[in-house]
T-cell receptor, first 111, second 112 residues
């Protein structure tokens, strides 16, 4: 199926740990994004990559480090997890300025 | 300049009624305005989108009305159904750029 997929769907971890979330899209899009959705449902963009190059970095703590090995993959690594990092993280992809296609989300819970 | 203001925050509508969600933007350079629907536990999914060269776009029960001079656009859901109960986001973007600005979301509940 053509889609944006993320793994894992759920992630429960202790404060201070390091974790990664993986994203893959097979839609042929050049641009991929990471969004954070908090408990109030606000969608906040974190990063955007175009053809493996970082183009948007929205004042995200440097504990968050995205990595794009190729234009179909965008991973998110989070160091020293904090309670406030608990949220749902969405990966998305699109052509520039066109509709974004979102993954199913990764619910991160930091204890 | 970069905000998209969305209202109401929540909305309760009777089955068969019309649901209306409004958004206002500031940056006149925006030229692409999509609406997304998000069900609990799922990612947002594109519902319908419009460009400012038209004032209205209809797809089934969903209609976007666009007022370029007022810098406002709205989503109308006709004959609202309980299955429409979800969170709706408006967004604005500029063609060829990489950034979307999302509204703050509207939680719609359609009563059976």
């Amino acid at each position: 199926d053509t889609a944006v997929s993320q793994t894992p769907k759920y992630l429960v971890t202790q404060m201070g740990n390091d974790k990664s979330i993986k994203c893959e899209q097979n839609l042929g899009h050049d641009t991929m994004y990471w969004y954070k959705q908090d408990s109030k449902k606000f969608l906040k963009i974190m990063f955007s990559y175009n053809n493996k190059e970082l183009i948007i970095n929205e004042t995200v703590p440097n504990r968050f480090s995205p990595k794009s090995p190729d234009k179909a993959h965008l991973n998110l690594h989070i160091n020293s997890l904090e309670l406030g990092d608990s949220a749902v993280y969405f990966c998305a992809s699109s052509y520039p300025g066109a509709s974004q296609f979102f993954g199913p989300g990764t619910r991160l819970t930091v204890l | 300049q970069q905000q998209v203001k969305q209202s109401p925050q929540s909305l309760i509508v009777q089955k068969g009624g019309i649901s209306i969600i409004n958004c206002a933007y500031e940056n006149t350079a925006f030229d692409y305005f999509p609406w997304y629907q998000q069900f609990p536990g799922k990612g947002p999914a594109l519902l319908i989108a419009i460009r400012p060269d038209v004032s209205e776009k209809k797809e089934g029960r969903f209609t976007i009305s666009f007022n370029k001079s007022a810098k406002q656009f709205s989503l109308h859901i006709m004959d609202s159904q309980p299955g429409d109960s979800a969170t709706y986001f408006c967004a604005a973007s500029l063609s060829g750029t990489y950034k979307y600005i999302f509204g703050t979301g509207t939680r719609l509940k359609v009563l059976a």
